[in-house]
């Protein structure tokens, strides 16, 4: 019983979903140079999961050194399975300096890390912790038009612990490690842009989770 709720609610927390120079924040997903910030919104799908509507805002800023933070907020609505769902995470990225020359792309190389929280009433709490190394590039895709693709290969632990009212004593935390991919590719019209993501955790019978992302890079 504690494995199948546990197995629902760490499902909700995976539903959320992680510089300067050249490349940017690309390396994480956020097609923004140094100093500039992103806002964005996003409609998640999860193929054959009991939720229904995934929705998400983000909110990103990159430094014009090679810092940048982002964070966001993600509702699940959980149908009759269990409560609607509210996700916070926050993370950070560190670019390393790539080179570049006058016939390649510039690339954007960064170690990220981040967290995820989810508080579930009547079932617990679960957090999701990923650590991941993000490469993209951007590079002309027409006049005005840039097109930005990344990926994330990430290994990521998770926690769920479950009410005390569920009656588990001290069996009621469960934790897991495992490799995790997110990716996918935006493409930018000067401050508007559109993409397109996955995520998916290799280690765990799960279901591939898409989004389609609209943001504004001011």
Same mark, same amino acid.
């Given at each position: 019983?504690?494995?199948?709720?546990?197995?629902?609610?760490?499902?909700?927390?995976?539903?959320?979903?992680?510089?300067?120079?050249?490349?940017?924040? *690309?390396?994480?997903?956020?097609?923004?140079?140094?100093?500039?910030?992103?806002?964005?919104?996003?409609?998640?799908?999860?193929?054959?999961?009991?939720?229904?509507?995934?929705?998400?805002?983000?909110?990103?800023? $990159?430094?014009?050194?090679?810092?940048?933070?982002?964070?966001?907020?993600?509702?699940?609505?959980?149908?009759?399975?269990?409560?609607?769902? =509210?996700?916070?995470?926050?993370?950070?990225?560190?670019? /390393?300096?790539?080179?570049?020359?006058? $016939?390649?792309?510039?690339?954007?190389?960064?170690?990220?890390?981040?967290?995820?929280?989810?508080?579930?009433?009547?079932?617990?709490?679960?957090?999701?912790?990923?650590?991941?190394?993000?490469?993209?590039?951007?590079?002309?895709?027409?006049?005005?038009?840039?097109?930005?693709? !990344? *990926?994330?290969?990430?290994?990521?632990?998770?926690?769920?612990?479950? $009410?005390? %009212?569920?009656?588990?004593? %001290? %069996?009621?935390?469960?934790?897991?490690? %495992?490799?995790?991919?997110?990716?996918?590719?935006?493409?930018? !019209?000067?401050? /508007?842009?559109?993409?397109?993501?996955?995520? =998916?955790?290799?280690?765990? $019978?799960?279901?591939?989770? !898409?989004?389609?992302?609209?943001?504004?890079?001011?």
């Amino acid at each position: 019983m504690k494995t199948m709720l546990g197995s629902i609610a760490m499902a909700a927390v995976a539903a959320m979903g992680v510089v300067g120079g050249a490349g940017a924040q *690309v390396c994480v997903g956020y097609p923004t140079t140094g100093g500039q910030f992103s806002v964005s919104a996003n409609a998640q799908f999860v193929d054959g999961s009991d939720f229904g509507d995934v929705l998400g805002v983000e909110a990103s800023y $990159d430094a014009l050194g090679p810092l940048s933070v982002f964070g966001g907020l993600t509702v699940v609505d959980g149908q009759d399975v269990i409560d609607d769902v =509210h996700i916070f995470g926050a993370g950070l990225a560190y670019e /390393f300096a790539t080179t570049r020359t006058a $016939d390649t792309p510039s690339f954007s190389l960064c170690p990220t890390l981040s967290i995820s929280y989810a508080s579930i009433d009547e079932l617990g709490s679960g957090i999701n912790v990923p650590l991941g190394i993000g490469i993209g590039t951007t590079f002309a895709g027409g006049t005005g038009v840039e097109i930005s693709p !990344f *990926v994330v290969p990430q290994l990521i632990y998770s926690r769920f612990k479950a $009410d005390e %009212d569920l009656g588990f004593g %001290d %069996d009621d935390t469960e934790t897991s490690t %495992d490799a995790g991919v997110y990716g996918g590719v935006n493409v930018s !019209f000067r401050s /508007f842009w559109v993409g397109g993501s996955l995520t =998916h955790v290799l280690a765990r $019978d799960s279901d591939t989770q !898409f989004a389609i992302r609209v943001g504004l890079r001011l």
